[in-house]
C-alpha cells in the first residue's frame, strides 16, 4: 500500500500528558495529519495553545497552537481518532466515535478486556486485529486498545520466549515513571526522596493484560495465555521510563545465550512492513551489569526500543532479568500511531 495523501487523524484529550505527546509525535509524521483536537468542555472553543499547559520538551508546534479546540463529539473530517481521555469519560465517548465510522485507538482502561476488542502490541499479536471484525460498530467504527503501560514492555520481553518455551509463571516489581500519573500527578513532597509502593490498580491490570496479548486467536476469540503473574507496582521519582524486574519460569531448559538470541534477533510485522514508527530493534539485549537505566535509554529507537539487560539464573532454575520502556512513547503515544499504521497498512481504514 502506497500512501499518496494523508490520513487525517483526531485527538481526544488533547489537553493531557498522552494528548500532548500525540501532538508532539504527530507533527511531521509520513502517513498522518492532525485536524481536530478534542477537550473538556473549558477548553472548547479556545485555541490550543491558550489552554494547553504543554509539558514537552520540545517547543509546542505553531500549526497546532492556533487550532481551535472542541467538543469530544463526533465529526466529519478524519478517519481515526487516538485517545488520551481519562477513564472516568472514556468509554461512551470511545463508543460515541466508533459507532460514527471513526476508528478509534485507545490509551484508556475501559475497553481492553472487552473480549472481541484487540488489545494490541503490532510487533507482539497483530493477528488479534481480527477481533474488529466481530464488533458492530456502524459505517466500519472500531475499538483497538493499547495495554497499561507497564505491560508493554513486560509483554514484549516475554513474547520471544512464549514463542520458543512454556512460560509458567512471572513475578514483576515495577519502577514506574512519573509522568504515567499525567499532570500535575504526585505532590513533590511525596515523591521526592521516596518511593510510593502502590499505584491503584495497576497490579490487577500488570497480572491479566498479558495473558491476552501474549494468547492465541481461536474462532474470533483469544485463548489466553496459561501462565501466572504476581506483581508488585511502585512509583518512584523518575520522569519517563518504566523500570521493572522481572523473574520468569521457563519449560525447555534454555540456556542464556539462547534467551538472549532469543529478544536480539526478534522481529515482526511492524518491522517486515517497514512501518513509520516501527524501530529496527523492537528489543535490545544489554550485557553491562548496570544497563538498561532510563535517563540513558528510554529514546532508543525514538522511545519504540524495550531494552532488556541482567539476565542470570536462579538457583531453583527460574531467570531473572530487567526491563526498560518509555512509558509515554511505546507505552501511549508512540504505540497507538504504531497501531493506526498498522490498522492502515493492513486495509483496515
Not at 499518496?4 to 502517513?31: C, D, N, R, S, Y
Not at 520458543?164 to 513533590?188: E, F, H, I, N, R
Amino acid at each position: 500500500m502506497e500512501m499518496t495523501e494523508k490520513v487525517p487523524v483526531a485527538i481526544l484529550g488533547a489537553t493531557g500528558m498522552v494528548g500532548q505527546k500525540f501532538v508532539e509525535l504527530l507533527i511531521g509524521h509520513p502517513w498522518l495529519e492532525i485536524t481536530f483536537l478534542g477537550a473538556s468542555e473549558r477548553s472548547s472553543g479556545k485555541r490550543y495553545g491558550d489552554v494547553v499547559n504543554w509539558q514537552m520538551s520540545t517547543p509546542l508546534p505553531r500549526e497546532v497552537a492556533n487550532k481551535i479546540v472542541k467538543e469530544c463529539q463526533p465529526s466529519e473530517g478524519y478517519k481515526i481518532a487516538f485517545s488520551g481521555l481519562d477513564s472516568s469519560v472514556a468509554g461512551e465517548i470511545e463508543h460515541a466515535f466508533a459507532n460514527a465510522g471513526i476508528a478509534i485507538i485507545s490509551n484508556s482502561k475501559n475497553h481492553r478486556m472487552v473480549p472481541n476488542v484487540p488489545l494490541l502490541i503490532p510487533e507482539v499479536n497483530p493477528d488479534h486485529l481480527d477481533l474488529i471484525k466481530r464488533q458492530t460498530y456502524t459505517n466500519d467504527g472500531c475499538i483497538v486498545t493499547n495495554p497499561n503501560c507497564s505491560v508493554v514492555g513486560l509483554a514484549m520481553a516475554l513474547k520471544p520466549l512464549s514463542d520458543m518455551w512454556t512460560v509458567k509463571q512471572v513475578d514483576v516489581a515495577t519502577m514506574q515513571a512519573l509522568s504515567g500519573a499525567g499532570y500535575p500527578g504526585v505532590p513533590s513532597m511525596e515523591v521526592i526522596d521516596n518511593v510510593i509502593p502502590y499505584i491503584s490498580d495497576e497490579e490487577n491490570k500488570v497480572e491479566t493484560e498479558p495473558k491476552k496479548i501474549l494468547g492465541a486467536l481461536n474462532n474470533g476469540s483469544i485463548d489466553f495465555l496459561a501462565m501466572n503473574i504476581r506483581a508488585h507496582c511502585n512509583r518512584v521519582s523518575v520522569i519517563d521510563g518504566h523500570t521493572e524486574c522481572v523473574t520468569v519460569e521457563l519449560e525447555g531448559n534454555p540456556t542464556k545465550d539462547e534467551i538472549i538470541e532469543s529478544w536480539r534477533s526478534y522481529k515482526s510485522v511492524p518491522q517486515e512492513l517497514l512501518l513509520p514508527s516501527a524501530p529496527e530493534h523492537p528489543i535490545v539485549y544489554f550485557d553491562e551489569d548496570a544497563y538498561p537505566q532510563p535517563r540513558k535509554h528510554r529514546n532508543l529507537g525514538r522511545g519504540m526500543t524495550v531494552s532488556v539487560g541482567r539476565l542470570r539464573q536462579c538457583t531453583d532454575g527460574a531467570w531473572k532479568f530487567v526491563v526498560l520502556s518509555h512509558n509515554t512513547v511505546r507505552g501511549a503515544a508512540g504505540g497507538a500511531i504504531l497501531n493506526a499504521e498498522l490498522l492502515i497498512k493492513k486495509g483496515c481504514i
